[in-house]
Each structure stands twice: as structure tokens, then as C-alpha cells.
């Protein structure tokens, strides 16, 4: 694991992203599908922002929720959402929020409620024009922020990697949504808001990675040692630290306000902020990373320099790689026969022992048969005539050769001169 981190804090390429592009790619239809989903089958709780309602809040330090929300049922009003504690403390209030109501049933409420708790309770009237309001100017922010996004990288980049840039933010909205959905929570302005912070965190994540890309990618198109796609990968290793490091330092205070604002302490009213936050947050880091740049690698390879290069890179790994595959034949081929034996300098094959010489091979033709194509076997004398000089000096002499005399030692006698003695 250290060596991991080591490799990762080095920018070494350490994971194939690019290559498993497709397995991700499946992953995020698989979860934009269930999203959509549950846009469908169960759709989502609004706020009486968007749907139009009434809001009872007083000062409460002790009442509970429960309590609150019986009080305002029997008052003939029906609680929209669950009652929210907001603050803590002495500044601990309850917000209660219940659908349209007229001026007299606003009064009957307002009246139960502080005869109930003993507080003064503040009545605020939201009509669904206004929520309506909202929501056209929300969606008319979103598209000239997109269109500025796409004008930006267009400019600094390419227009295939804004193309990649807003497919990542599109599915960080809708997977965000869906999350919402699923999970029920109240969407109010503080969501809309949370939304648009998430594009910027996302876009900010995107561009980091782009850059680092578009770096890696100067100048391989006049050699052949690596595709766009593996400088695009090396290009995601590196920044993958930083993408990490970054998320984790914005998801840590983000998660204290989810899990403990909201889920320890109570306070309902920053769970909606907290929950976009959380998940959009998360859902940029990514999609920075599994989507926007491998489908600018898949725009990019189906150019024809490219695709080009592509080819060239693959000749020459081929290239590189055959002497090894013909050094390793040899290896392949040596046990096969005797340990330590050296091959032939004609084949590369080590020579045969004599005890496989022995063995007889049933297609080849026994000693003295005639092969196909060749004359009889040649005579004895002639075979006789090729045995090395040692085995032909203790054979007999040929019909008709004069025998040779057996040389006389000098000095007579056998015994040597005197010179040799000396």
C-alpha cells in the first residue's frame, strides 16, 4: 500500500483509466438509469417554495417536534413536512410548514400554536407563482452557465473537450437529482444553490485534468513511442492524487454538516444544502476522472492523425517485442533435449546425444535402406576410406601394395650412439 501511494504521489501511470473506459461508462448509465427511475416512479418532494404554502415558526426550548406537529393538526392544518428544529439553545425555534391556507385558517393556527408553547409564532405566506419564479430563473442560470463553460474550454482547449466537460456536468446533475429523489429530501432554493456550486467544483476538477492532458499530448504526433490515449492516462494518474486530496478536504466539513448538523444535532434546515453538496461534490471528483477525459479520448482517436499514430505505436511495440519472443524460442525448445548441449550454429538446435541417436525415429528408413531420390548404399571400401587416419593405420594393407620394411635403429645393435647417450 505504501509503495501505492509512493507510485501515485510520483505521477506514475498506476491505473489503466482510459483503457476500462467501457467498464465505467456502464457504470454510470446503470446508476443515471435508476435515477431516472426514480425522476419517474417517485418524483420529488418540493418545498413550499415551489409548491406554495404556509410557515409557522416560534421560539421553543423544550417542545419537540412531534408535539408541535399534533398541535397544528388539530388546529385543521395539514403539516406539508415534518416540523424542523433550526438553531440550539436559547435560539432554539421550530419551523413547521403546512400547503396553502387562507387568512382565517393562518389565524386559527397561529393561535393554536401559542396558546399550545406560550410563544409568539411568525407566519409567512408563500404562493406557488413565486416558487414557480424560482425555478425559470434557476434554469436560465444553469443554461448561460453551461454556455460559458463551453465558450471557455472551446477557447483554452478544444471543442471536443467542452463536449466532454458537459456531459460530466450533466451527469453530475442528474445523478445529484436522483439521489434527491431517492432519498426524499425537501428540495428548497438552498438545493438550487448547492447545484450551482457543484458545477463549479466539478468544471474546476474537469479543467485541472484537461490541462494536464492537453501537456502530455504536445508534440506525440510526430514520433511514435505513445497513443493520445496514454498520454491521456498518464495525464489522469497524475492529477489523480491532487483530485483525491482536493475532495476529500471539501466532502470532510460537508459530511460534518450532514451527518452531524443534521443527523446528531437536529438541525433540519442545512440537510438539504449539506445532502447536494455531499453528493455532487463526489459525483464531480468522478466524473472528472472515469468520464470527461475518456470520451475526449474517444473523440479524439477517430481523427486520422490519431488513428495514425495509433497504428505506428502498435508497429513499434510489435517490433520491439518480436527479438524477444525469438530469444525465448530457444529457451522453449532446450529442454526438449540433453542439459548444457550447444545448439548448431546452422539451426540454433542443440545437437543430439548419442543416446538419442540411438533412437529409432519409424519414418525414417533404417541403415542401408534407399531413400527416395538417392543411390544404393555405397561400398564398404568407399565408407572405409572416410574413417579418420588413426582407424585406417591398423587396418590391412590394400590388394597388391607392397609391404613396407620395418626401419633399422642406427648405431647397430639397438643401442644408441654415444652423441645420444651424451
Not at 539451426?347 to 534407399?370: I, S
Request: glycine share 10%.
Amino acid at each position: 500500500m505504501l509503495t501505492l501511494f509512493r507510485r501515485l504521489n510520483a505521477g506514475e501511470a498506476v491505473f489503466d483509466f482510459i483503457g476500462s473506459r467501457k467498464r465505467w461508462y456502464w457504470v454510470s448509465v446503470a446508476l443515471l438509469l435508476i435515477c431516472v427511475g426514480s425522476f419517474v416512479f417517485r418524483g420529488f418532494n418540493f418545498g413550499i417554495e415551489f409548491s406554495g404554502g404556509t410557515s409557522f415558526q416560534f421560539r421553543a426550548a423544550a417542545a419537540q417536534p412531534a408535539q408541535v406537529q399534533e398541535a397544528t393538526e388539530q388546529a385543521g392544518a395539514e403539516v406539508a413536512t415534518a416540523p424542523q428544529v433550526v438553531g440550539s439553545g436559547g435560539t432554539r425555534s421550530i419551523l413547521v410548514k403546512t400547503g396553502e391556507l387562507t387568512p382565517a385558517e393562518q389565524t386559527r393556527v397561529k393561535d393554536a400554536l401559542q396558546s399550545r408553547f406560550g410563544q409568539e409564532v411568525t407566519v409567512q405566506a408563500v404562493s406557488s407563482s413565486w416558487g414557480g419564479d424560482i425555478t425559470n430563473a434557476a434554469i436560465r442560470a444553469l443554461v448561460l452557465f453551461l454556455i460559458a463553460v463551453c465558450i471557455f474550454i472551446a477557447i483554452r482547449f478544444e471543442w471536443k473537450m467542452a463536449v466532454g466537460a458537459i456531459a460530466a456536468l450533466f451527469h453530475d446533475l442528474l445523478l445529484t437529482a436522483g439521489v434527491y429523489s431517492i432519498v426524499g429530501f425537501e428540495v428548497t432554493p438552498s438545493t438550487v444553490v448547492g447545484l450551482l456550486t457543484i458545477l463549479g467544483f466539478s468544471l474546476y476538477d474537469t479543467v485541472v485534468v484537461f490541462d494536464k492532458v492537453d501537456e502530455n499530448a504536445k508534440g506525440i504526433l510526430g514520433g511514435s513511442r505513445i497513443t493520445y490515449s496514454g498520454a491521456a492516462n498518464l495525464a489522469v494518474n497524475q492529477t489523480l492524487m491532487r483530485s483525491i486530496n482536493t475532495s476529500l478536504i471539501a466532502l470532510l466539513p460537508v459530511a460534518g454538516l450532514l451527518f452531524v448538523g443534521a443527523g446528531l444535532l437536529g438541525v433540519g434546515t442545512i440537510k438539504d444544502l449539506a445532502l447536494v453538496l455531499f453528493v455532487g461534490l463526489a459525483a464531480g471528483a468522478y466524473s472528472s476522472i472515469f468520464l470527461a477525459t475518456p470520451i475526449v479520448c474517444d473523440l479524439k482517436e477517430r481523427e486520422p492523425k490519431y488513428a495514425a499514430l495509433r497504428k505506428r505505436v502498435a508497429a513499434r511495440k510489435a517490433a520491439q517485442a518480436a527479438p524477444a519472443v525469438a530469444q525465448a524460442a530457444p529457451a522453449v525448445a532446450q529442454p526438449a533435449g540433453r542439459r548444457g548441449a550447444r545448439p548448431t550454429a546452422a539451426t540454433g538446435v542443440p545437437a543430439p546425444t548419442p543416446a538419442e541417436r540411438d533412437v529409432v525415429d519409424p519414418d525414417e528408413p533404417a541403415d542401408g535402406e534407399p531413400v527416395d531420390g538417392e543411390n544404393e548404399p555405397e561400398p564398404a571400401t568407399a565408407a572405409a576410406d572416410r574413417r579418420p587416419a588413426a582407424a585406417r593405420a591398423g587396418s590391412s594393407p590394400r590388394p597388391g601394395a607392397r609391404p613396407k620394411r620395418p626401419q633399422q635403429r642406427r648405431g647397430g645393435g639397438g643401442r644408441p650412439s654415444a652423441k645420444k647417450r651424451r
